[in-house]
């Protein structure tokens, strides 16, 4: 595996032949998957532009973004992944655990969009997986039991006091969970670690813990893990991107945001409107020296310093902005969407602060 490819978390092959499991994934492959339709190799796969929602003063999410946010096991994954949030912060889970389990989530469901566990089951075993995965680990009784409270509000809300046998019949469909999604994976084991990243990029910044800048960040990443994002790209793209998308948000003038991101929303170009062929480049023999501090400045491309191309920012960008005016449009505020507001995925300010920054550089274009 080349050393640009560790960096970024990109699996190499594998004995268990299911190395394209783990190669980072475009929005078309994705949906080929959901939908089981034909497609190119993910290797060479690039996201559907659509120039229409690119345009001008277009504030509207872009068609593949939404299809896939609607698809039906795409919409499980999101349950899996709010009862795995509410199950971590039972257990003490750190946010590196949870963000895993939710990483595996989408990983089944997209090669197992028709899997009839329940939803229940499988963010129980992702998250058992991933406790294991991050040495946090728990016995799956005690992550059963929390499941259990969660899902049943028993008289007791103690998980210590939920019987043995209980927990016993929940196990047999957890373990086939288990099993389900290690297939998924192809038994790789391997993580990384974006928020700790996040931190790293923050403090480069010169940005306190929790500052504006780094609390708007943060939020921006943990709801990428409500995206099929994460299975798009590595940890360093999503690291800088949640941390630029949110520096460009504070900005209190359109003017006054990153250049490369504005011309994003302002431009008919689609070229920065969600392609990537998922072919990061061989890294060369010596490696560049990683820069000590960062400057968020409006000119400064300061990720290419860590290895991130502006046209994976970009798309990272464009499409946690869509994700965000699904739930702010209201035509498309159907059901299913309040249904997830109502448990804070998204939180309507974040929502409604993104869109309005989406309209005011659209109005200041």
Known sequence: MSTAATRHGISGNNSSGSSSRHTYMSSSY???????????????????????????GSIQPRADQQEIFDNPAMQTATKCCIFIKEISRKLGFPARTASTAQLLVYRTYIYRPSTRIGSTDMATACLFVASKMEETIKKLRDIIAHSYVILSKPQSSDPKQVPSAVVDKMRPSIMNAEQLILEAIGYDFRTSHTHLLFVKLAKMAGLERKSGIAALGWAILSDAYFTTLPVQYP?????????????????????????????????NDASGNGNHTNGYPESPKTEPKRPLSLALTKDNEWWVGFGVSTSDIQSFVKQMVDFYLLFFNSTMATAEYLERHKYGIPSKDMAQKIAQWRMKISDNS
């Open 235 to 267: 940890s360093a793209v999503i690291s800088a991107g949640s941390l630029c998308l949110a520096w460009c948000v504070a900005t209190d003038e359109p003017k006054d945001t990153c250049v490369s991101i504005r011309r994003l929303f302002t431009s």
């Open 30 to 56: 994705i949906l080929a998957q959901l939908t089981n339709t034909p497609s190119i190799s993910n290797s060479h796969a690039t996201h559907t532009s659509n120039k229409n929602n690119n345009s001008e």
